[in-house]
T-cell receptor, first 115, second 114 residues
Framework: DTAVSQTPKYLVTQMGNDKSIKCEQN?????MYWYKQDSKKFLKIMFS???????INETVPNRFSPKSPDKAHLNLHINSLELGDSAVYFCASSQVWQTNTGELFFGEGSRLTVL | GDSVTQMEGPVTLSEEAFLTINCTYTATGYPSLFWYVQYPGEGLQLLLKATKADDKGSNKGFEATYRKETTSFHLEKGSVQVSDSAVYFCALSGGSGGYQKVTFGIGTKLQVIP
């Protein structure tokens, strides 16, 4: 029973297209995140939602728009895709508002390739 | 802002060798420190953690001690196995970014050869 699941796992698309990645967690967690991992494995937070409310919004181009229809789902929509958007996008969740235990639960990642 | 610096890989070791992956951090206040592991094709998993100075986190034969005086949290294992081949990330929370933000290092790839 997958705890944090993302779809699709692989996405290949042309520059200028719009695409979405979906994430769902069945852990009952209140907080969900999107992280971007580049080709050098560097992992950077993009967004965080707590109970459907945006709480972290790092310096991410406004072509990226997260949406949380309920606390178990956090989707990522990307407009006008660029080559530099190619990366692995990880969804994660945590149990409490303040992750002082640091335990994030990650999905398997969605590899986006922009041609 | 907060930052985590860890040694760049890849690190290649023979099976049963001793492993050290260095990690230092910069943060205000009293952050919590973590090591995450990412196996090929998977998401990250928490390996161990320490929430205050001098705490030692341990799991699966791996250990790391929170050293406030040297702002370090080095990962060690006495005898690595092929199955330990993965990317290891040092991370912190509770600095200037607050506890809701976990900041990761660049990751160190470990390859263990038989």
């Amino acid at each position: 029973d997958t705890a944090v699941s993302q779809t699709p796992k692989y996405l290949v698309t042309q520059m200028g297209n719009d695409k979405s990645i979906k994430c769902e967690q069945n852990l009952g967690h209140d907080t969900m995140y999107w992280y971007k991992q580049d080709s050098k494995k560097f992992l950077k937070i993009m967004f965080s939602y707590n109970n459907k409310e945006l709480i972290i919004n790092e310096t991410v181009p406004n072509r990226f728009s997260p949406k949380s229809p309920d606390k178990a789902h956090l989707n990522l929509h990307i407009n006008s895709l660029e080559l530099g958007d190619s990366a692995v996008y990880f969804c994660a969740s945590s149990q409490v508002w303040q992750t002082n235990t640091g335990e994030l639960f990650f999905g398997e990642g969605s590899r986006l390739t922009v041609l | 802002g907060d930052s985590v610096t860890q040694m760049e890989g890849p690190v290649t070791l023979s099976e049963e060798a001793f492993l050290t992956i260095n990690c230092t951090y910069t943060a205000t206040g009293y952050p919590s420190l973590f090591w995450y592991v990412q196996y090929p094709g998977e998401g990250l998993q928490l390996l161990l953690k320490a929430t205050k100075a001098d705490d030692k986190g341990s799991n699966k034969g791996f250990e790391a001690t929170y050293r406030k005086e040297t702002t370090s949290f080095h990962l060690e294992k006495g005898s690595v196995q092929v199955s330990d081949s993965a990317v290891y990330f040092c991370a912190l929370s509770g600095g200037s970014g607050g506890y809701q933000k976990v900041t990761f290092g660049i990751g160190t790839k470990l390859q263990v050869i038989p």
